[in-house]
């Protein structure tokens, strides 16, 4: 049983930044495929970046490519996410999620645990 936490979330103007930490309660975090996942009210859960177990490859929702950037520090059991340049549309409930599928990390009902979410505010 792996258990996640969020933190880092909270209200920021919009061209600014904030950091996400996701920290994991197992050092067998290592073997999972990291995600990140966002819910605004009203819609669905929608993929925003994934790092696979060893932190060599990353990928990105078009909306945040070229602004987040995710990132994991598997001697800390913690899985970061730099938002940069925010916009309004950027505001949600921030979750990250542990895979052990590479070929499906970008799908939310796959992941194997999730963390109880952040909520992030961005304001004109």
């Known amino acids: 049983q792996v258990q996640l936490v969020e933190s880092g979330g909270g209200l920021v103007q919009a061209g600014g930044s904030l950091r996400l930490s996701c920290a994991a309660s197992?050092?067998?975090?290592?073997?999972?495929?990291m995600g990140w996942f966002r819910q605004a009210p009203g819609k669905e859960r929608d993929f925003v970046a994934a790092i696979s177990s060893s932190g060599g490859v990353v990928v990105y929702a078009d909306s945040v490519k070229g602004r987040f950037t995710i990132s994991r520090n598997n001697a800390r059991n913690t899985v970061y996410l730099q938002m940069n340049t925010v916009i309004l549309e950027d505001t949600a409930v921030y979750y990250c999620?542990?895979?052990?599928?590479?070929?499906?990390?970008?799908?939310?009902?796959?992941?194997?645990?999730w963390g109880q979410g952040t909520q992030v505010t961005v304001s004109s």
């Open positions: 197992a050092r067998t975090i290592s073997i999972y495929h």
């Open positions: 999620a542990a895979n052990p599928q590479w070929s499906v990390i970008t799908e939310p009902t796959t992941a194997s645990y």
